[in-house]
């Protein structure tokens, strides 16, 4: 079963940065994406960024593209999110998961949907005062 665990959350001034990590117990021969989600208090589950593991491919939501990058290294099964220009807005529970079925695969321009992925970590806190 694929393990997830989410790392590097916590509280920044607006204008600055974090570094989400997704430690990935078996990235390679299962996954085939991976994607962060967060979910604000009262909100519903929102896709940030997602990223193919053995082939090139991210997407961001629009809320996040030019500020957000998602990255990878298979060598040390974890993913990236970095974050960078941060706004009070992107308070939230991140969470990463994987997808193991090939949903993203077959129907990419679903990436950012929280259906297409059957595997999750426990998710990390980020916190963006004004």
């Known amino acids: 079963m694929v393990q997830l665990v989410e790392s590097g959350g916590g509280s920044v001034q607006a204008g600055g940065s974090l570094r989400l990590s997704c430690a990935i117990a078996d990235i390679s021969d299962s996954v085939a994406c991976v994607g962060w989600f967060r979910q604000a208090p009262g909100k519903m589950r929102e896709g940030v960024a997602t990223i193919y593991t ?15 990058t998602i990255s990878r290294d298979n060598a040390e099964n974890t993913v990236y999110l970095q974050m960078d220009s941060l706004k009070p807005e992107d308070t939230a529970m ?37």
């Not at 053995?54 to 957000?68: I, L």
């Open 54 to 68: 053995n082939r090139d491919g991210t997407d961001y939501a629009e809320s996040v593209r030019g500020r957000f």
């Open 94 to 130: 991140y969470y990463c998961a994987a997808d193991t079925i090939g949903y993203t695969v077959a129907t990419p321009k679903f990436r950012l949907l929280a259906t297409g992925y059957n595997h999750w970590g426990q998710g990390t806190q980020v916190t963006v005062s004004s």
